[in-house]
């Protein structure tokens, strides 16, 4: 159908048709409640979910995480609060969430024995989890009715006790970590407990003290993002003081509670390895309406664990205006934290050239370091051109710093001397950060002697192991290699192999010959192993978790490579329903599901990804769950935009997704498993603007689904994904990137699916409100389903049963009741 009179003439008959053929679908515009999808749809939602695992530090235990069914609308309902960037459960003192454990178990690696946590409370919450660093003893905290509490599980005997009365503060962290023990006592935990005495939270006043204002004084360009749940008024900023206000102290294992230390407004809280000292991050006003809790004014502090400052290292105001680029950081200190590898020693970073990426300067950021008491000067370690990206300790001789530049998408790592700062550094990799193939993957970490992570090194210290996803032409193969400084020698010790998708959780011994796995196949779901590659015997089984969704079993799934127009490869996951041949059977009505992806050259951009060996998890958010209904589905298919040299990708953006989507359709039809008249196009976030902007600008699919995306561009004035020029800047790409400027064009139906409270910077529920009074006002088929207290991700067991009832059936009348293409 090429016109737009003629699809939508199809359309609603069509609907007329379905109307009077299934009273079902009666429901389908009038009632308002949540509705059901079919039952295998429904299967699909309550399907068991879990174990995690966890290997403690050791290597000698493994915990495994119960998961509990997916929460009721009613738990995700709760009130919570909305200040400066956060959500927080008003009367818990806690980052707002919803995903814990309900149990715990505990594996014996070398037996392959598995107990069974005793002592946990009926319905039990499990939030956080933190192993010790001897393996010993597991803390994790609990959220109750009455606040979040602190337990702690004896490994020995398997048993768990709430270790002490006193509730935590969770508001910007966990509340807890492990920290040394004072004067060899062992290790204990450095706490955030709610202050005693602490008056009660600030009540806002129904009748107003006069307008809430806000005032710019002029001043550089600031570069900012469209930030969600922003203070708006005096009261806010009151009631985020409240929340965060936490008393530090220290817990040892038999319960033991020592405050220390003023209450503090505190953002973030860090012990020293050796455990004498702690650095503190509060943060102090004036606050920002337009700006995020990380960008607000930071007093950052260093306090003995005796109580007593020893001294304010850095008075930090508010970070109003960055320079604007992607590369952008505050003039000044910035990142201060302790070295992992030495007893109590501070690093932090000094942007140069103001911290503007554009300046003309060699050195853009300065690594430096200095040790207790904090006494003369700051010691330089290492001067940085691009900006720092990460450091891995290992001890005085060996650290790794990364540094990148994300306007070229590059990549270096080197290798310094932090006891000996004035050595050359000495580049251990260098590469495009957008090349999957040439990743080396990254270091294996251990606990040093202070329960801290560093590089595991090898008993002669000039080696590594490094492990990583292997991305290849054959999809990702994860491997175990080990790096040699001295020569500059690889090693691969061991490379998944298929059927089989398997990759290293820990290594055993110090040769790398005894490894922990996690291995899987598309009908398997992941089990862990302990493999021996000296013996190169078979694995060892350690957990026989049977597949959670039987029903799947069958599907079948292959990756399919294809060209588009301009000769850039491209690769996509082709999933097809059990027992499906489409020689006997022909083509199908298909769903294709995708996200756009930046990229400076065509080499990366047609690189593989994924892996035909995973298990078919079906994520009930993801296009697959569509198979058990009979369609076909092609998942994740490329859909990268280029912009090589000095072009910018998204001034090609709108032709670039065409050639993307025209390379994969013609593809899926050729290969005869996609009907070319019903083919729907959907996606999430990104992925839904490129779904809008593709039925807007081609006449390929017959129907849409777009759920939490944001569709005009002038709303995110400031950037978006990997854009970094602001509108007044680029006003042409941003106008044709818009798919509300072009919605006129669009004739296919188009399902519109948000959260509520969307807290995804750019993706504010008024866009998907705004397509929709468009397309209503402009008589093309559309529905908006705004999910009640849903955020980005839609978390309830409601939200998602009613999410695939609506994809179900508007999929159901746009194409799979379409009339096929004739192919006789």
Request: glycine share 8%; with cysteine.
């Amino acid at each position: 159908m090429s016109s737009g009179l003629n699809i939508r003439s199809a359309w609603s008959i069509l609907t007329l048709v379905c109307a009077m053929s299934l009273p079902h679908l009666s429901a389908f515009a009038n009632d308002q409640r949540y509705q059901k999808p079919a039952p295998e749809l429904q299967a699909l939602v309550d399907a068991p979910r879990g174990p995690e695992f966890r290997l403690g530090p050791l290597n000698k235990t493994g915990l495994l995480v119960s998961i509990p069914a997916l929460p009721g609308i009613a738990e995700v309902a709760q009130p919570e609060l909305k200040l400066a960037g956060l959500r927080v459960h008003p009367r818990l003192r806690a980052a707002s969430r919803s995903n814990f454990s309900d149990g715990l178990s505990l594996l014996d690696i070398a037996s392959g024995k598995t107990r069974k946590v005793s002592g946990l409370p009926a319905k039990v919450k499990i939030a956080d989890m933190a192993w010790s660093p001897d393996e010993k003893w597991l803390a994790f905290s609990c959220w109750t009715q009455s606040g979040v509490e602190l337990w702690l599980l004896d490994v020995k005997v398997a048993v768990a006790r709430r270790l002490i009365a006193e509730k935590l503060n969770a508001v910007t962290g966990s509340g807890f970590s492990w920290m040394k023990g004072e004067d060899r006592s062992g290790d204990q935990l450095l706490v955030r407990l709610l202050p005693r005495g602490q008056a009660a939270a600030p009540r806002e006043s129904v009748v107003p003290l006069g307008p809430n204002m806000q005032e710019t004084r002029g001043g550089k360009l600031a570069q900012t993002r469209t930030y969600p749940d922003l203070l708006r008024t005096p009261h806010d900023a009151d009631m985020l003081d409240w929340q965060l206000r936490t008393q530090l102290a220290a817990v040892s294992v038999d319960g033991r509670v020592r405050r220390f230390g003023p209450a503090m407004t505190l953002s973030k809280v860090q012990s020293s390895p050796d455990g004498k000292w702690v650095l503190t991050t509060q943060i102090k006003r004036p606050y920002s309406y337009q700006l995020p809790l990380e960008r607000f004014g930071q007093l950052i502090e260093v306090w003995g664990i005796n109580g007593k400052k020893l001294k304010t290292i850095a008075d930090i105001p508010l970070r109003e205006r960055l320079p604007g680029a992607g590369d952008a950081v505050q003039i000044g200190p910035r990142n201060f934290a302790w070295r992992n590898d030495q007893p109590a020693t501070l690093y932090w970073l000094e942007a140069q050239g103001g911290g503007d990426p554009e300046a003309n300067v060699k050195v853009h950021d300065i690594l430096v370091q200095q040790g207790m008491p904090l006494q003369g000067s700051p010691q330089k370690i290492m001067d940085m051109a691009w900006r720092f990206s990460q450091v891995l300790w290992a001890n005085d001789h060996l650290a790794l710093v990364t540094e990148t530049w994300g306007k070229t998408r590059e990549t270096r790592t080197w290798r310094i001397q932090p006891g000996a700062p004035y050595a050359k550094p000495e580049l251990v990799f260098s590469r495009k950060t957008e090349d999957q193939y040439t990743n080396p993957g990254s270091p294996l970490m251990e606990l040093n002697q202070f329960g801290r992570s560093v590089i595991r090194l090898g008993s002669d210290e000039q080696s590594m192991f490094l492990v990583g996803t292997g991305a290849s032409p054959e999809g990702d193969r994860p491997f175990l290699d080990r790096y040699h400084f001295g020569s500059e020698k690889l090693t691969r010790l061991w490379r998944s192999r298929a059927p089989y998708y398997e990759e290293v959780l820990g290594v055993l011994d110090e040769q790398g010959n005894e490894l922990i796995t996690s291995r899987e196949s598309p009908d398997e779901r992941p089990n862990l192993y302990v493999r021996n590659l000296a013996t190169n015997a078979a694995p060892k089984t350690l957990t026989a978790y049977l597949n959670p969704t039987p029903q799947l079993k069958g599907i079948q799934k292959r990756q399919i490579h294809y060209e588009r127009e301009d000769g850039v490869s491209l690769s996509a996951t082709l999933y097809l329903p059990a027992g499906y041949d489409p020689k006997r059977d022909g083509p199908r009505p298909m769903l294709m599901w995708a996200y756009p992806r930046e990229f400076k050259t065509a080499e990366a951009a047609g690189q593989v990804t994924g892996s035909p060996y995973k298990f078919n998890r079906i994520n009930v958010q993801g296009p697959q769950v569509m198979l058990v209904r009979g369609y076909t589905v092609l998942d994740g298919f490329a859909m990268p935009v280029i912009g090589e040299g000095r072009k910018e990708p998204n001034d090609s953006f709108i032709a670039q997704i065409k050639m993307n989507a025209e390379a994969a359709v013609e593809e899926v039809v050729r290969l005869g498993v996609a009907d070319k008249q019903r083919i729907a196009i959907g996606g999430h976030s990104y992925g839904a603007f490129m779904a809008v902007n593709l039925l807007a600008h081609t006449k390929l699919f017959r129907a849409g689904i777009a759920r939490s995306g944001a569709y005009n561009r002038s709303l995110t004035p400031f950037g978006f994904q990997a854009e970094d020029r602001n509108y007044w800047k680029a006003i042409d790409t941003y106008q044709e990137m818009s798919p509300f400027n072009y919605a006129d064009e669009i004739d296919a139906p188009l399902l519109l699916i948000h959260g509520e409270d969307d807290n995804n910077p750019g993706t504010f529920p008024m866009q998907s409100e705004r397509m929709y009074q468009a397309l209503q006002g402009l008589g093309t088929p559309a529905r908006l389903v705004m999910l009640p207290h849903e955020s980005h991700q839609y978390r309830a067991r409601e939200s998602l049963m009613h999410m695939l009832w609506e994809q179900d059936q508007w999929l159901n009348r746009s194409i799979k009741m379409a009339k096929p293409t004739n192919t006789k």
